[in-house]
Every structure is written in structure tokens, then in C-alpha cells.
């Protein structure tokens, strides 16, 4: 059954630096476009960045440049790294992955990990 992890969130400073992991189990990972989601309280789910099974990364604007997503297919697992944090980075941050082949699509969503960024 597929799954998703997260992992690494917690209380960091402004202008600080925090790692996400994301683990999958229960799929062929490498098939999968992966992608890290964002919901702040009282706002909709945003797209903060994917990689795709190539390895192409597409980046939400308020993060080029400081947020950096990878993928290490040989541990099932995709990271977002975090620097140069924001207040307004604060979330709850959900990792996803997904698949279309023909006219089929896999969706799934972590259980998500908090991030909270204050001094």
C-alpha cells in the first residue's frame, strides 16, 4: 500500500535553515513525479515544489531560491531543503506523489509535518 512519511519539521528562527524528508513505501518510486505542498491556517494548500522522475524541478516564486527539492530514488525518499526561512514560510508542509500512465492517475498525500518559523 502506498505511503508517505514526513519527517524533520519543527521550530526554526527567521532566516534559518530546516531540512523535510519525505519517505515512500509501497510504490516504484522512480515512476513518480514527487512534490511538496504547503497549508498555513486560514489558507488553501499551495504548491511550494516538484521533481519530476527526471529529476526537473519546478519552484512556487516565494521559494526560488531558497528552497531546494531532491529526490534519492535508492532510499524512496524526497527532501526539501530550507533556507533563508520566512515567518511566512510557516505551514503545515504535505509531500505528494504522483503518477499518470494513460488514462490512469496515482495521487497520495503524507500525513504532513509542521514548520514553524519564529524567533
Known amino acids: 500500500q502506498l505511503q508517505l512519511v514526513e519527517s524533520g519539521g519543527g521550530l526554526v528562527q527567521p532566516e534559518g535553515s530546516l531540512r523535510v524528508s519525505c519517505a515512500a513505501s509501497?510504490?516504484?518510486?522512480?515512476?513518480?513525479?514527487m512534490g511538496w505542498y504547503r497549508q498555513a491556517p486560514g489558507k488553501q494548500r499551495e504548491l511550494v515544489a516538484t521533481i519530476t522522475t527526471g529529476g526537473g524541478t519546478n519552484y512556487a516564486d516565494s521559494v526560488k531560491g531558497r528552497f531546494t527539492i531532491s529526490r534519492d530514488n535508492a532510499k524512496n525518499t524526497v527532501y526539501l531543503q530550507m533556507n533563508s526561512l520566512k515567518p511566512e514560510d510557516a505551514a503545515v508542509y504535505y509531500c505528494?506523489?504522483?503518477?499518470?500512465?494513460?488514462?490512469?492517475?496515482?495521487?497520495?498525500w503524507g500525513q504532513g509535518t509542521q514548520v514553524t518559523v519564529s524567533s
Open positions: 509501497g510504490i516504484i518510486f522512480s515512476w513518480y513525479t
Open positions: 505528494n506523489a504522483q503518477r499518470t500512465y494513460g488514462l490512469r492517475t496515482w495521487d497520495c
